[in-house]
Protein backbone atom coordinates (compact mmCIF):
# COMPACT_ATOMS: atom_id res chain seq x y z
CA UNK A 1 0.00 0.00 0.00
CA UNK A 2 1.11 3.48 -1.15
CA UNK A 3 0.26 6.85 0.59
CA UNK A 4 0.46 9.90 -0.41
CA UNK A 5 -0.37 13.39 1.00
CA UNK A 6 -1.46 16.60 0.33
CA UNK A 7 -2.55 19.72 1.61
CA UNK A 8 0.09 20.93 3.67
CA UNK A 9 1.47 24.67 4.03
CA UNK A 10 1.82 27.95 5.82
CA UNK A 11 -1.05 29.16 7.46
CA UNK A 12 -1.72 31.88 10.39
CA UNK A 13 -3.67 31.25 13.38
CA UNK A 14 -6.77 30.87 13.14
CA UNK A 15 -6.85 29.69 9.65
CA UNK A 16 -7.65 26.15 8.29
CA UNK A 17 -6.55 23.66 5.96
CA UNK A 18 -7.25 20.05 4.51
CA UNK A 19 -4.72 17.36 4.39
CA UNK A 20 -5.87 14.43 1.76
CA UNK A 21 -4.24 11.31 1.76
CA UNK A 22 -4.55 9.01 -1.43
CA UNK A 23 -4.18 5.10 -1.37
CA UNK A 24 -3.01 3.02 -4.11
CA UNK A 25 -5.33 0.16 -2.99
CA UNK A 26 -8.91 0.35 -1.45
CA UNK A 27 -7.64 0.29 2.19
CA UNK A 28 -9.58 2.64 3.75
CA UNK A 29 -13.04 0.79 4.09
CA UNK A 30 -10.98 -2.17 5.88
CA UNK A 31 -9.16 -1.41 8.88
CA UNK A 32 -7.96 1.47 10.99
CA UNK A 33 -6.45 4.49 9.39
CA UNK A 34 -5.23 7.82 10.88
CA UNK A 35 -3.33 11.12 10.95
CA UNK A 36 -0.42 11.89 12.99
CA UNK A 37 2.06 14.75 13.36
CA UNK A 38 5.89 15.10 14.45
CA UNK A 39 7.27 18.39 15.57
CA UNK A 40 11.13 18.73 15.63
CA UNK A 41 12.65 16.99 18.65
CA UNK A 42 8.71 15.41 19.18
CA UNK A 43 7.64 12.13 19.12
CA UNK A 44 5.19 11.35 16.08
CA UNK A 45 1.61 11.63 18.05
CA UNK A 46 -1.45 10.39 17.13
CA UNK A 47 -3.99 13.14 15.77
CA UNK A 48 -7.55 11.24 14.40
CA UNK A 49 -8.05 7.80 13.74
CA UNK A 50 -11.72 6.29 11.57
CA UNK A 51 -11.99 2.99 12.07
CA UNK A 52 -14.79 0.53 10.65
CA UNK A 53 -15.45 -2.40 12.71
CA UNK A 54 -19.39 -3.34 12.99
CA UNK A 55 -19.54 0.51 12.23
CA UNK A 56 -17.83 3.80 11.61
CA UNK A 57 -15.53 4.83 14.93
CA UNK A 58 -13.57 8.39 15.13
CA UNK A 59 -10.52 9.22 17.51
CA UNK A 60 -8.95 12.51 17.96
CA UNK A 61 -6.24 13.57 20.66
CA UNK A 62 -7.88 15.89 23.35
CA UNK A 63 -6.02 18.87 21.78
CA UNK A 64 -7.83 18.78 18.27
CA UNK A 65 -11.12 18.02 19.46
CA UNK A 66 -13.73 20.43 18.02
CA UNK A 67 -11.15 22.10 15.95
CA UNK A 68 -9.99 18.53 12.83
CA UNK A 69 -12.38 16.05 11.48
CA UNK A 70 -11.16 13.34 9.69
CA UNK A 71 -13.52 11.70 7.03
CA UNK A 72 -12.63 9.35 4.16
CA UNK A 73 -14.07 8.63 0.50
CA UNK A 74 -13.54 5.37 0.19
CA UNK A 75 -14.22 5.68 -3.43
CA UNK A 76 -11.52 7.71 -4.06
CA UNK A 77 -9.50 5.88 -2.18
CA UNK A 78 -8.98 9.24 -0.06
CA UNK A 79 -8.68 10.18 3.76
CA UNK A 80 -8.84 13.63 4.70
CA UNK A 81 -7.95 15.83 7.37
CA UNK A 82 -9.99 19.39 8.10
CA UNK A 83 -8.10 21.32 10.31
CA UNK A 84 -9.98 24.47 11.77
CA UNK A 85 -8.89 27.32 13.85
CA UNK A 86 -5.25 25.96 13.30
CA UNK A 87 -2.71 27.12 16.33
CA UNK A 88 0.90 27.61 16.36
CA UNK A 89 1.34 24.12 18.03
CA UNK A 90 -0.33 22.54 15.56
CA UNK A 91 3.15 22.70 13.57
CA UNK A 92 4.55 19.38 12.55
CA UNK A 93 5.12 17.28 9.91
CA UNK A 94 1.69 15.28 9.15
CA UNK A 95 1.79 11.46 8.16
CA UNK A 96 -0.98 9.26 6.83
CA UNK A 97 -1.16 5.88 7.84
CA UNK A 98 -2.69 2.51 7.48
CA UNK A 99 -3.22 -0.74 8.39
CA UNK A 100 -4.47 -0.34 11.83
CA UNK A 101 -6.06 -3.13 14.01
CA UNK A 102 -8.46 -0.40 15.58
CA UNK A 103 -6.74 -2.00 19.01
CA UNK A 104 -5.37 1.72 19.88
CA UNK A 105 -6.12 3.83 17.29
CA UNK A 106 -4.19 6.63 18.19
CA UNK A 107 -0.76 4.60 18.67
CA UNK A 108 1.73 4.70 15.79
CA UNK A 109 2.96 1.20 16.24
CA UNK A 110 -0.54 -0.29 15.11
CA UNK A 111 0.16 0.74 11.24
CA UNK A 112 1.65 -0.84 8.90
CA UNK A 113 1.92 1.71 6.08
CA UNK A 114 3.08 5.30 5.67
CA UNK A 115 2.49 8.21 3.98
CA UNK A 116 6.07 10.72 3.42
CA UNK A 117 4.59 13.32 5.17
CA UNK A 118 3.39 16.95 4.37
CA UNK A 119 4.36 20.05 6.48
CA UNK A 120 1.95 22.53 8.08
CA UNK A 121 3.04 25.41 9.58
CA UNK A 122 1.02 27.54 11.92
CA UNK A 123 2.41 31.32 12.81
Known amino acids: VQLVESGGGSVQAGGSLTLSCVAS????????VGWFRQAPGQEREGVAA?????????YYVDSVKGRFTISRDNAKNTLYLQMNSLKPEDTAMYYC?????????????????WGQGTQVTVS
Open 50 to 58: VYTGGGTTT
Open 97 to 113: AAGGLGYDPLDRYEYNY
Open 25 to 32: TNTYTTHC
